[in-house]
């Protein structure tokens, strides 16, 4: 059923959709070379991440709030690179960001560098819902989600055990020291979901912790519109995963929506955008799509990623994908 969900040309109208559609989710928990005994909890966590944004849609709701509920689920499992276990760092600290768009009206919410908000991506949601701006960051962005009622927690409720210790062998190695050094083995856990609902609306959501040992301050693409998240009825929803830097540069999500709304089936854009990647900037990654006729696009250039779907017709996951 899912190579259905790659070819298929369903009835489904783009732009702000007056007819039913059937919805579908789709989510990813990072692209890298996920190591044996890891492969379990990244496989269960995206499954169980896909069901909780499933759950929403089949209840009649909204694509932001099932890619909220998908994002959250990721961002509370201590096994990805997002809200609690996230990457420390050089100064071994969490420092969050996340993204949501919403397709059918290109409102937008990001926020970059928090310290004491569990799930960003229940910021970022507050941000796209509830404020005249798009983009918040460090303490301007928490201090806007305790005032739209999200509750603040200390920084160190957001560290794990592994993480010091991976901070430390980090810092041995001398991990980060170059501009050039984010490989496709290193760990990239960054979590995201693409949402179609059952009005024919998309959205796309991404959360990360960043890099390990990542210099305060620094921002990725995750949370970058049209970077690591971008979502437009028109085109498509898109979450990206990976080396953030060359992404930045590319504008991979929206060139990635750009090829759909030009006439590209989601899974043949995919795959274009991971070669676009690879070809001017030597960059790796993943990335995952939906359009608004329910067509969706998986790819990665990494060794693993992690990715799960589930719609009315079919519930796939993988720690690889070969379309």
Known sequence: MLSSLLRATEQFPTGRSLLSANPVILVHGGAWAIPDDAVESHLQGVKAAA??????????G????????AVVAMEDDETFDAGRGSFLNMDGRVQLDACMMDGATLRAGGVGCVEHIRNPISAAKKILTESPHVYFVANGAERFAQE?????????DLIIPREVERL?????????????????MRSHDTVGAVALDSAGNIAAGTSTGGTLNKAPGRVGDSSLIG??????NLSAAVSTTGWGEPMMKLVLSKWTADRVEQ??????????ALYYLKSRLQGHGGIILIDSR???????NTPRMAW????????SSGIQFQP
């Open 148 to 156: 739209h009622g999200l509750e603040l927690c200390a920084n160190d």
């Open 168 to 184: 430390r062998e980090a810092k041995q190695q001398g991990y980060l020291q170059m501009p050039d050094e984010f490989g496709p």
């Open 51 to 60: 069901a909780a944004g499933f759950a929403v849609l089949q209840k009649g």
């Open 263 to 272: 006439g590209t089936f989601p899974q043949e854009a995919a795959q274009r």
């Open 294 to 300: 329910g067509r969706v696009g998986i790819a990665h």
């Open 227 to 232: 970077c690591g998240c971008y979502a437009d």
């Open 308 to 315: 799960a779907l589930s719609s009315a017709t079919t519930n």
């Open 62 to 69: 909204t694509c932001l709030d099932a890619v909220e509920a």
